[in-house]
């Protein structure tokens, strides 16, 4: 290790005390250690740094598609009719389904982003818990399993929530034969 180090090889080297000498020998260790660690840092942030940016991009994307989600949930209860309580009953048990799913996706959210702070806190100790910080990469993996399987359970509740809307539509084409039928006879007998 200190074969190769040209200050050993100097003249004012070999008339140090054993003292000096160690002094110089560590001073040569930390700095060999610092820059090894600064190489590994900065191949960790080319992997972490990413990594970040694209969970920011999934959990915008799921408050996006939420924020949307509530836009059409509210453009579609102005224009239901009052008449349709007995089908309001199925939308309020799928709306909330969907806020468990939503609060669910939140407290997962919120478990990545302290997997992440965590992560942070062991990338200083990276050369003994390079494989700490592979079983929490695991995890955070699974947490985005988690998080798609969140995802389509939401797109089957819209689509159950379509299915009720279409059956509410048949519903209201019945009740529109049932009551134009009776009223149209009525007419004929109006003297008016």
Wanted: charged content about 20%; overall charge negative; hydrophobic content about 40%.
């Amino acid at each position: 290790m200190f074969e190769k180090e040209p200050r050993t090889f100097s003249p004012e080297y070999k008339s140090l005390s054993p003292e000096q000498k160690a002094m110089v020998k560590l001073e040569i260790t930390l700095t060999k250690f610092f820059k090894d660690f600064n190489r590994s840092v900065s191949r960790w942030e080319r992997m972490i740094y990413p990594m970040m940016v694209i969970l920011g991009l999934l959990a915008f994307s799921g408050f996006y598609l939420i924020y949307n989600i509530t836009q059409d949930m509210h453009i579609m209860s102005q224009n239901m009719d009052p008449q349709m309580e007995k089908h309001l009953s199925a939308i309020v048990e799928h709306m909330a389904q969907l806020s468990k799913n939503i609060d669910h996706m939140t407290v997962q959210v919120e478990s990545m982003a302290t997997k992440i702070n965590s992560m942070d806190n062991h990338i200083a100790h990276m050369d003994n818990n390079i494989l700490g910080i592979h079983s929490s990469i695991e995890h955070v993996k699974t947490q985005i399993d988690r998080m798609t399987n969140s995802i389509n359970t939401m797109s089957q509740s819209m689509e159950m929530m379509t299915v009720n809307t279409g059956v509410m539509s048949q519903d209201m084409g019945v009740m529109n034969r049932n009551i134009s039928r009776p009223a149209h006879f009525m007419n004929n007998f109006a003297p008016w």
